[in-house]
């Protein structure tokens, strides 16, 4: 089956321990995906990459980090810096080409105390 | 920067009973908008696409309408079942391949 694999789905984590969550897809798509979500608040993105090697911050970037050594893996890294980070996270996938549509994955729900 | 807003944030209806779910955005200049379904505690998964030169997209119960130059779609859910209850969420791509989403419609289908 074809998609999206996040893990793990609960994390819970202390203050001031920087935290990776993983990201893999097999649709062979070229661009991903970080977002966050909070209740009662539409997605919000954090970083996104359009090919291996290369990502661009999005809108909340400050306190996360990212790599794209591989096409099929995009982890994020929370750190220590990011001043609220519990959340529910959301990576998502589309292909590029004349349609472009986002598929994602399960989510990571992250408590930090 | 594209705004999204979603009218309304929650809605109850009885089942059988037909929903009209609004999303409006203020760039006009859009590539496509998607329509997305969020259970709780789950990821979002993709119920219509709708590319900026069509005017609607239907699957089964669901239809959506674009009105790009109004900055306007509807979801229409027909016959409304318990099993709809969910948050949607409309969401749009720009000319910079990135989605700008609403904070989304809670529907609850009561039986």
């Known amino acids: 089956d074809g998609g999206i694999t996040q893990s793990p789905k609960y994390l819970f984590r202390k203050e001031g321990q920087n935290v990776t969550l993983s990201c893999e897809q097999n649709?062979?798509?070229?661009?991903m995906y970080w977002y966050r979500q909070d209740p009662g608040q539409g997605l919000r993105l954090i970083y996104y990459s359009q090919i291996v090697n290369d990502f661009q911050k999005g809108d909340i970037a400050e306190g996360y980090s990212v790599s794209r050594e591989k096409k099929e893996s995009f982890p994020l890294t929370v750190t220590s810096a990011q001043k609220n980070p519990t959340a529910f996270y959301l990576c998502?996938?589309?292909?590029?080409?004349?349609?472009?549509?986002?598929?994602f994955g399960p989510g990571t729900r992250l408590t930090v105390t | 920067k594209q705004e999204v807003t979603q009218i309304p944030a929650a809605l109850s209806v009885p089942e059988g009973e037909n929903l009209v779910l609004n999303c409006s955005f203020t760039?006009?200049?859009?590539?496509?908008l998607q329509w997305f379904r969020q259970d709780p505690g789950k990821g979002l998964t993709s119920l219509l696409l709708?590319?900026?030169?069509?005017r609607e997209q239907t699957s089964g119960r669901l239809n959506a309408s674009l009105d790009k130059s109004s900055g306007r779609s509807t979801l229409y859910i027909a016959a409304s079942q318990p099993g709809d209850s969910a948050t949607y969420l409309c969401?749009?791509?720009?000319?910079?391949?990135?989605?700008?989403f609403g904070a989304g419609t809670t529907v609850t289908v009561r039986a």
């Open positions: 969401a749009v791509w720009g000319n910079d391949y990135k989605l700008s």
């Open positions: 760039d006009s200049a859009i590539y496509n």
């Open positions: 709708i590319q900026s030169s069509q």
């Open positions: 998502a996938s589309s292909k590029r080409d004349t349609i472009y549509e986002q598929y």
């Open positions: 649709l062979n798509h070229d661009a």
